[in-house]
């Protein structure tokens, strides 16, 4: 498969989307996805037994609570890598946007399937300006 041929622009691609807690898949790393999501509020309890799960804050603030070893305050330009197997629960106080990498087809509650469930999907480019809309 062959990929974008042009740079893919962070603030465009979330310009592209504003639903919360929904991963907008911008690009693919061998077995793995780049993913951007907007984040506000509490998410769920869950673990990635097979996977870590990398995030990378763009603006606002996260919170990723752990369940053995407590809190990890991420600010813009910062990141941290949940180990697989540990419970963990983002917290976004502020809307915060996030730069996920973890492999394809992860799902974003774990083993915790419920209403906050969604796939990744890419954002809607149908948002885009007619001179950067993508080919
Ligand atoms: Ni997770």
Not at 24 to 37: G, M, P, S
Not at 71 to 80: A, S
Not at 104 to 115: E, H, I, K, Q, Y
């Amino acid at each position: 498969m062959s990929g974008p041929t042009t740079a893919i622009n962070l603030a465009h691609k979330l310009s592209q989307f504003s639903e919360l807690w929904t991963q907008k898949k911008i690009a693919d790393l061998n077995d793995y996805e780049v993913k951007l999501a907007k984040l506000k509020g509490e998410f769920v309890w869950h673990t990635h037994e097979d996977t870590d799960e990398l995030f990378l804050v763009l603006s606002g603030r996260l919170t990723i609570r752990l369940r053995e070893t407590g809190d990890v305050v991420l600010m813009p330009g910062e990141l941290f890598v949940v180990p697989r197997g540990v419970e963990h629960c983002p917290v976004a106080e502020e809307e915060t946007a996030v730069l996920l990498l973890e492999p394809a087809g992860v799902l974003n509650t774990g083993d915790r399937p419920g209403p906050l469930t969604r796939p990744a999907e890419p954002p809607d480019q149908s948002r885009d300006p007619p001179s950067v809309r993508e080919r």
